[in-house]
């Protein structure tokens, strides 16, 4: 593409930059930031006095495809971070042929302690749509054609095999370097599949007041943040809930930050630490509030391949004593 000549209108010269930086921008984007990915390290005072710390690895949003070997490379070396516990946010893959690059991707995390919920694109595969509706609040709409159906099945079986506890609607709790978690999950809010499991059930290892000298930590997870999810959450006394599903915006304006969050979660909870439903780190007006934590994931639809002012990332979430 030329550019305009010294002595164009001003208008013209002003279309033509435009039109460059609007190229450079999706070169970046498509090319260069959808592989950069990054670890983000995240601090979270919500242990009970005394304890040594908990490192909790929270990944998210893989939308893994055929083919993607530098994402499972990386995936797979986050297990030199020896967390001691796997948080798994869903929407692990993109593709019908998926599941052996997917299950590679997570080998070395599997032998770690884990939990894990699923998204939309766990049970079925995206399909196109226009890019624009992702800035709608809410892109939900029903495809024009049967979507294409995911063995989701088999890879619950896979990860709940391995060991790592499923959370769809479901309460567990795990032994976790000396620690007893207790955990509370959703199924995907996006689908409208989430229903919040009732307290005091057999799985719920805390006591009738919510609390139990066994029980160190109460963790919420979830694969989409909406309101209704993050408000059951903290109405159950989670001391963290963690979720993923946003992308962090996926396209963002520096300086201003993510333009949707796919889901009626505010703008600037679209991704990071925070607090529920108020303010936190640590405490301003957010006195009473849980902690929450977004991941902007690490990939996107295979139909939008492009990130802008929001790199792919999972988190390690180091939990430590106020």
């Given at each position: 593409m030329?550019?305009?000549s010294?002595?164009?209108?001003?208008?013209?010269?002003?279309?033509?930059g435009?039109?460059?930086?609007?190229v450079?921008?999706?070169?970046?984007a498509?090319?260069?930031e959808?592989?950069?990915?990054a670890?983000?390290?995240?601090t979270?005072?919500?242990l009970?006095?005394?304890?040594?710390?908990?490192?909790?690895?929270?990944?998210s949003?893989?939308?893994l495809t055929p083919?993607q070997?530098?994402k499972?490379?990386?995936?797979?070396d986050?297990?030199t971070?020896?967390?001691?516990?796997?948080?798994?946010?869903?929407d692990?893959?993109?593709h019908?042929d998926?599941?052996p690059?997917?299950?590679?991707?997570l080998?070395?995390?599997?032998?770690?302690p884990?939990a894990?919920?699923?998204?939309?694109?766990?049970?079925?595969a995206?399909?196109f749509?226009n890019?624009?509706r992702?800035?709608?609040?809410?892109a939900?709409?029903?495809?024009?054609r049967?979507?294409?159906?995911?063995?989701?099945?088999e890879?619950?079986?896979?990860?709940?095999?391995?060991?790592?506890?499923?959370?769809?609607n479901?309460?567990d709790?795990?032994e976790v370097d000396?620690?007893r978690?207790?955990?509370?999950?959703?199924?995907?809010?996006?689908?409208?599949?989430?229903?919040?499991?009732p307290?005091?059930?057999p799985?719920d290892?805390?006591?009738s007041d919510?609390?139990?000298p066994?029980?160190d930590l109460?963790?919420?997870?979830t694969h989409?943040?909406?309101?209704r999810?993050?408000?059951?959450?903290?109405?159950?006394?989670?001391?963290l809930?963690?979720?993923g599903?946003?992308h962090?915006?996926q396209?963002?304006v520096?300086g201003?930050?993510?333009?949707t969050?796919?889901?009626?979660?505010?703008?600037?909870?679209a991704?990071?630490l925070?607090?529920?439903?108020g303010?936190?780190?640590?405490r301003?007006?957010?006195a009473?509030?849980s902690?929450?934590h977004?991941?902007?994931?690490?990939?996107t639809?295979?139909?939008?391949?492009?990130?802008?002012a929001?790199?792919?990332e999972?988190?390690?979430?180091?939990?430590?004593?106020?």
């Amino acid at each position: 593409m030329s550019s305009p000549s010294p002595g164009a209108h001003p208008a013209v010269r002003a279309v033509g930059g435009l039109a460059l930086a609007g190229v450079a921008a999706l070169a970046w984007a498509s090319l260069v930031e959808v592989r950069w990915y990054a670890l983000r390290e995240v601090t979270v005072p919500v242990l009970p006095p005394g304890q040594d710390p908990l490192r909790i690895l929270h990944v998210s949003d893989l939308h893994l495809t055929p083919g993607q070997r530098r994402k499972v490379d990386w995936v797979r070396d986050l297990a030199t971070l020896d967390p001691h516990l796997v948080v798994d946010t869903g929407d692990n893959w993109a593709h019908l042929d998926a599941m052996p690059a997917l299950l590679h991707a997570l080998e070395p995390l599997l032998a770690v302690p884990g939990a894990f919920v699923l998204g939309s694109n766990d049970y079925v595969a995206p399909s196109f749509k226009n890019p624009a509706r992702y800035l709608l609040p809410d892109a939900r709409r029903e495809p024009p054609r049967p979507p294409v159906a995911l063995p989701w099945r088999e890879l619950v079986t896979r990860l709940t095999s391995a060991g790592w506890v499923d959370l769809s609607n479901r309460r567990d709790s795990l032994e976790v370097d000396g620690r007893r978690l207790s955990l509370v999950g959703t199924d995907d809010a996006h689908l409208d599949r989430d229903a919040m499991p009732p307290a005091g059930g057999p799985d719920d290892v805390r006591t009738s007041d919510g609390r139990s000298p066994a029980v160190d930590l109460h963790v919420g997870v979830t694969h989409a943040p909406y309101r209704r999810v993050l408000d059951a959450m903290h109405a159950d006394g989670v001391d963290l809930t963690i979720a993923g599903h946003t992308h962090g915006g996926q396209l963002a304006v520096p300086g201003w930050g993510a333009l949707t969050t796919n889901c009626d979660l505010d703008l600037r909870r679209a991704k990071g630490l925070h607090g529920w439903p108020g303010a936190r780190p640590d405490r301003a007006d957010g006195a009473g509030s849980s902690w929450l934590h977004v991941s902007a994931g690490l990939g996107t639809s295979p139909y939008a391949p492009v990130r802008f002012a929001c790199r792919p990332e999972a988190t390690l979430l180091t939990l430590v004593s106020p």
